[in-house]
């Protein structure tokens, strides 16, 4: 995955309108929008553009589905709890 830095506005309609050209192949994106008003204004070149990659998870499993699907997952993080997940999800689950 790519990170890109770009300019764009927002016309009157709502719509995202970005005014340079993107050397991204064709496909499917997401984007993340920061309001001006909000972020200081700096400037990146194409050639300061930096790539983020994050390392493989690496699963031990004996069944190859499963591990290749492991192996895109994110890890939990250190402070989560199962138990509050399980009563979280009960309290949404029964509206208590």
């Not at 553009?49 to 004996?62: A, G, H, I, N, Q």
């Not at 997952?73 to 208590?96: G, I, M, V």
Request: charged share 30%; proline share 8%.
């Amino acid at each position: 995955m790519q990170a890109h830095k770009l300019k764009g506005t927002i016309d009157d309609s709502g719509h995202l309108v970005i005014s340079e050209p993107i050397t991204i192949p064709p496909g499917n994106v997401e984007v993340i929008v920061w309001s001006s008003e909000s972020m200081p204004e700096t400037s990146i070149s194409p050639e300061h553009e930096v790539s983020f990659f994050k390392p493989k998870r690496t699963v031990e499993c004996d069944i190859p589905s499963l591990k290749a699907w492991l192996e895109k997952t994110e890890q939990a993080p250190s402070d989560f709890d199962a138990d509050r997940a399980k009563w979280e999800r009960l309290k949404e689950k029964h509206n208590l």
